[in-house]
RNA sequence: GUCCCCAUCGUCCAGAGGCCCAGGACGUGGCCCUUUCAAGGCCAAAACACGGGUUCGAAUCCCGUUGGGGACGCCA
């Protein structure tokens, strides 16, 4: 099985797109000996850039999407590009124009336009008028001489339609004379986007086309230029597109729609690539692991790519739904090895404005402190904020809030600020063992418990209502003052420190 | 306008004629756990678009309507 993802390096890669090329990738890991290729197709000088083939590259292999062929790694039937490829795309096009199954058309783009609107207003089915299509050899030749621009039109045979069995549609079916005769080679030369698809498709031997649905009603256009161009057609599969809430096109303006943004937003490419499954696919009910019992929806790659098969892929677009991503994205955080996602959190800190530049000593720090946060938060990029306690602590700020003074104002809750810090005055660092320890004695001492206790001690200690279990930050707090200073993380101050402060401000 | 595709809870899916007065997941609501916010556990509400057929029997098959999406480019 050979199988292709073709985008066109137009900006970011869409999650519409990157579904599309997860499930071409799904299939080609699935089997053994399955083949993806990546090809760019840049026949559009005007918008393609080398910026977004990079982009779009990069992201594919941070979803954890590699290919076998492709522009950067070449393969047998490069090259992968097809601005690279015109000369094939030409000498096809002389084959097709030799064999007469092709025209030169001199109509010029307003007077297409014109027919368009004409047809339109008429009521007609839009296609091309065929006004080119029976101009005698000589009239050409004479067109050409003068040197009038002229693109190469497919001729569509007499036929009563095109009839294909589409693998998630099953046969779909186009009466001929709905079909247009489509432009094979525009006037400068470069590839029509119908054209050199069929072309690259069948050079490069792909073996299934699965794409958008946008593109089933190209496809009637492709198989007759298959069998113009003596090829066979690949199997065809369409895949439902991935729409916004409102059940538009995903765009702009329902949030991010580029793997790039989501991934700036914090999300885990696994997650990323599970969620994307889930749209149009399930693993629910497929025979192998109905017998396991194994109906989860959380599916690493691995697993789905074995579990995957177009057979189950749904017929209607599907909404996508941050919201489902973001809890598949916090299983992955609270399963994700605690290193690596340290690793991972540190621009978010530094874009949080907390300088962050760890050394080994730094990252053994923050991997241990992850451990207070994985399981509370949806995205990497929330990350700072739950842990901002450890570096940015002011007791006095931390009164000057209405709401935090009131609650320190009464009597239980000052003695128990006043009690820890005296219990905590020339006392070691604490673990969880000695906070333990203290908060009991904090407690013999003042009378006070539960939400009485505690509370006061979390606004004495962190500067914050709310936040990690105390019994994970105390000591988090005390590991992060005796760092060195080259571990690259900004001072912390500990415990002892932090409930004088707090002491001292009441 | 013409052609093509699609149609189960708010959302994503399961369901391939009786196992379905429809099952799971996300989200939502409630309860529990709890030193806070989360997380976690449990429970609940929530759908077969509509109308005709076919059949002993339809969410499942057929037709139509409606609704949604796509295409109709010298964009891809």
Not at 17 to 45: C, K, M, P, Q, Y
Not at 301 to 328: C, M, N, T
């Amino acid at each position: 099985m050979r199988v292709r993802f073709a985008p066109s390096p137009t900006g970011q890669l869409h999650v519409g797109n990157a579904r599309t090329a997860l499930f071409n990738w799904l299939l080609a890991r699935g089997g053994s000996g399955g083949v993806f290729i990546l090809r760019i197709e840049d026949t559009d000088a005007e918008r393609s850039t080398r910026e977004s083939e990079a982009a779009m590259a990069e992201d594919l292999r941070w979803l954890g999407l590699d290919w076998d062929e492709g522009p950067d790694i070449g393969g047998p039937h490069g090259p992968y590009r097809q601005s690279e490829r015109l000369h094939l795309y030409q000498s096809y096009a002389q084959e097709l124009l030799s064999a007469g199954n092709a025209y030169y058309c001199f109509c010029s783009p307003g007077q297409l336009e014109a027919d368009r609107q004409a047809a339109l207003s008429e009521g007609r089915p839009v296609k091309y008028a065929g006004t080119c299509r029976q101009l005698s050899a000589v009239q050409v030749a004479g067109r050409l001489t003068a040197g009038e621009h002229a693109a190469i039109r497919f001729r569509v045979p007499e036929r009563d339609a095109v009839v294909f069995t589409d693998l998630v549609r099953g046969e779909v079916r186009f009466a001929i004379d709905v079909i247009g005769d489509p432009v094979v080679l525009r006037a400068d030369g470069t590839p029509a986007y119908n054209f050199a698809v069929v072309v690259d498709d069948a050079l490069m031997e792909v073996t299934h086309a699965i794409r958008g649905e946008d593109h089933l009603s190209n496809t009637p256009r492709q198989i007759l230029l298959y069998d113009a161009l003596g090829f066979t057609p690949p199997q065809f599969a369409h895949l439902a597109l991935v729409m916004g809430p409102d059940h538009s096109p995903l765009s702009k303006r329902h949030g991010a729609t580029s793997v790039a943004e989501f991934r700036t937003r914090g999300y885990l490419p696994e997650a990323m690539v599970n969620y994307l499954a889930l749209i149009g696919w399930s693993p629910r009910g497929d025979a192998a692991d109905s017998s396991s019992g194994d109906d989860s929806e959380l599916v690493p790659i691995d697993q789905l790519a074995r579990r995957f098969s177009l057979d189950r892929v749904g017929h209607s677009p599907g909404v996508f739904d941050e919201e489902k991503l973001a809890w598949v994205n916090r299983h992955y955080l609270k399963t994700a090895d605690p290193a690596r996602i340290a690793e991972l959190s540190v621009p978010f800190f530094v874009e949080a404005g907390i300088p962050m530049a760890p050394d080994d000593v730094g990252i053994r720090f923050l991997t241990a402190a992850m451990a207070m946060v994985t399981s509370s938060v949806d995205r990497l990029s929330q990350v700072p904020a739950r842990l901002a306690f450890l570096f940015d602590y002011d007791a006095e700020r931390t009164l000057t809030d209405e709401q935090l003074r009131r609650e320190m104002s009464s009597e239980g809750a000052r003695a128990v600020a006043v009690a820890l810090a005296e219990e905590l005055a020339g006392a070691p660092r604490l673990d969880r063992e000695r906070f333990r320890a203290v908060a009991s004695q904090v407690k013999a001492r003042t009378g006070q418990k539960a939400r009485a206790l505690f509370h006061p001690i979390r606004l004495a200690l962190t500067g914050r209502p709310e936040g990690p279990e105390l019994d994970l930050a105390v000591p988090a707090l005390d590991l992060g003052a005796d760092l060195p200073t080259h571990a690259g993380i900004p001072p912390i101050a500990g415990s002892r420190e932090r409930a004088a402060a707090f002491a001292a401000a009441l």
